[in-house]
C-alpha cells in the first residue's frame, strides 16, 4: 500500500491552498490531465460549473480562496 505523506499547516485558507498545490503540483496535474482524457465533454463541462463557483464564493468564500490558491500553488489557473 502507498503511504501518503503527513503534513500539518497554518495560516489563512490562501495560505493552505498555495502549500497543497505547491507540495502536490506534480499530482494535481496528472490527475486533471486524465480527467480532460476520461471525461467526455471535459472544457464544455468546466464552463457549466462556472456559476456553482460563483455561488459557492457567495455562500462560503474561504473555500474558493483555498481552492484558487491550490490551482495557482500547482500551476494552473485562476478559479474556473
Do not use: C, W
Amino acid at each position: 500500500m502507498q503511504s501518503f505523506p503527513y503534513y500539518e499547516v497554518k495560516g489563512e485558507y490562501g495560505d493552505i491552498g498555495r502549500f497543497i498545490g505547491n507540495t502536490f503540483r506534480t499530482r494535481i496535474q496528472e490527475a486533471i490531465d486524465r480527467r480532460k482524457h476520461a471525461i467526455a465533454g471535459y472544457n464544455r463541462l468546466r464552463e457549466l460549473s462556472k456559476p456553482y463557483f460563483t455561488l459557492t464564493d457567495e455562500h462560503f468564500p474561504h473555500l474558493t480562496e483555498e481552492f484558487t490558491e491550490t490551482a495557482r500553488g500547482a500551476g494552473g489557473h485562476d478559479g474556473l
